[in-house]
């Protein structure tokens, strides 16, 4: 099995056996660019070359042939779109990236509009008489810069070409497993897939089809036509295939899943309803949190001189009995869920002459763990489904301290896999039913491995506070330096 996960900073490649081993790898790097404050856009041309190049250079690492490939699944970084000719190919603009904040002030207009509220104040009227889950869901439904619609509203607004091309009927809009599908199939194919199409924020994952209310709401003049997206992906590659289970990666973001079973999730605070997979008939659906910058904050921690190689930071950590009052607040891209303030700056508070980068470092990884309380807290109070299992992946969950620190604060066994790269064992897993390399999810469950189960720590002697209770304090002031965070950005 071939299985390819293009993330936001690189693309890896892996060549799967029947025991799903790896027996072949190539990594490429993803260069993000930046043209102006709060732009983030990558080249699809360099990202089907990175593409190409994996594939290529891991079928070789493992010594095969492509014709012995049974078949190839893609997992993708999610709401980051282009648009390209449909004759020729030729993309009218740069990918513009999932963490793009270019549209946060039109999302800020809408969310405070007249026009939203009257949509909140009819939706909640017909949600007393009806009932109706989806109802409610548009009650309160609100825009986010990370999803795909007002960043495709910018993009139709600055650039002339794609306009034109809409009314020549030569406009095709895609994220980027679309873009791929195209570029393999010579143009042959334009299409996405339900998982995908449900992280853009035009689907309706009650009707499982696109959503014209939401189309027509922004006026997007769209006629819209096996991957997978990297997040169900992983979920797949974990085998949380019951309701109540969760899954957390920890990447460039911090993404919280839980299966919600056979129906959507309707939430009030920013978890998004999402379609996890759909197999023959049966569609699984995923409520989801997340805080977009998880390995940004370790990685600019780093470019700064903090440490030198990321796996020293677990160790800095442990050196310092505390974070001597300093408190780092992750959020160059804004605040996620439950906050959901894309004004919000990222900062270092409670600085001292005292201060040393063990501090530094331990305030920063203490506050990937604290992010990853918020979004379990409000995954509890808001779908009251009993969590079963939780599984971590992803790069960041390598680091002992954060793993720890949040089993602490959950209070509950962590796992963390032998392999962290899980959307690309998700999308081989998918691939590989489908073409009947595997036959079952029970099969599937069997070929898991766990590196290391992390326990949340008791009591150390009678009396003393448990590691949750010991960091109350801890977490007032960190939300309190979260507050002074937001709305940094406002005019």
Not at 4 to 25: E, F, L, M, P
Not at 421 to 435: K, N, P
């Amino acid at each position: 099995m071939l299985s390819v996960d293009v993330g936001t900073t690189s693309i890896r490649c892996h060549v799967y056996d029947k025991q799903a081993n790896i027996r072949g790898s190539c990594t490429s790097r993803l260069v993000p660019i930046y043209p102006e404050l709060g732009h983030v856009e990558m080249d699809p041309e360099a990202l089907w070359q990175g593409f190409t190049t994996v594939v290529k250079g891991a079928v070789q690492d493992a010594g095969a042939q492509m014709r012995q490939m049974e078949a190839l699944g893609i997992s993708t970084q999610r709401a980051t779109f282009t648009t390209w000719d449909r004759k020729t190919g030729t993309p009218f603009h740069n990918f513009i990236s999932w963490q793009d904040q270019r549209a946060a002030d039109l999302v800020k207009s809408w969310n405070t509009s007249c026009t939203i509220k009257i949509i909140h104040g009819v939706m909640k009227m017909v949600y007393f008489l009806t009932r109706q889950k989806r109802s409610l869901a548009a009650s309160v439904i609100v825009f986010s810069p990370q999803h795909v619609t007002f960043r495709l509203v910018w993009a139709l607004a600055h650039y002339k070409q794609v306009r034109q091309a809409i009314k020549e009927d030569t406009c095709c809009f895609g994220t980027i497993d679309t873009w791929l599908l195209f570029k393999l199939t010579k143009g042959c194919v334009h299409a996405t897939d339900y998982s995908n199409a449900s992280s853009t924020g035009i689907f309706d994952s009650y009707q499982m089809c696109w959503s014209g209310f939401l189309c027509s709401l922004v006026s997007l003049p769209l006629s819209i036509f096996p991957e997978m997206a990297d997040q169900q992906a992983a979920m797949f590659g974990e085998c949380c295939f019951d309701v109540g289970d969760v899954k957390i990666t920890m990447g460039t973001g911090t993404f919280m899943d839980i299966n919600t079973g056979s129906k959507p999730h309707t939430s009030v605070t920013g978890l998004y309803p999402l379609v996890g997979w759909r197999m023959g008939s049966d569609v699984v659906y995923l409520a989801e949190g997340n805080a977009a910058d998880t390995g940004t904050a370790i990685k600019w921690a780093q470019e700064l001189g903090l440490f030198s190689d990321v796996r020293e930071t677990s160790v800095m950590a442990h050196s310092v009995s505390d974070s001597d009052g300093v408190c780092f607040v992750p959020s160059f891209s804004g605040l996620q869920a439950p906050l959901n303030d894309p004004k919000a700056c990222a900062s270092l508070m409670g600085l001292k002459p005292s201060t040393t980068k063990s501090h530094l470092v331990r305030a920063i990884l203490e506050s990937v763990a604290f992010r990853n309380k918020q979004l379990y807290e409000t995954m509890l109070r808001e779908t009251r489904i009993p969590i079963t299992k939780i599984r971590v992946d992803g790069g960041v969950s390598s680091n002992d301290f954060i793993m720890q620190l949040t089993a602490d604060l959950f209070g509950r066994k962590l796992v963390r896999p032998q392999h962290h790269e899980r959307s690309c064992l998700g999308a081989a897993f998918v691939a590989g039913l489908e073409a009947g390399f595997w036959s079952t999810q029970e099969e599937l469950k069997k070929l898991q491995s766990s590196d290391r189960v992390f326990l949340p720590r008791g009591p150390a002697k009678e009396g003393a506070l448990s590691p949750d209770q010991e960091y109350f304090s801890v977490l007032q002031s960190w939300e309190r330096a979260l507050r002074r965070s937001m709305n940094w950005y406002e005019p």
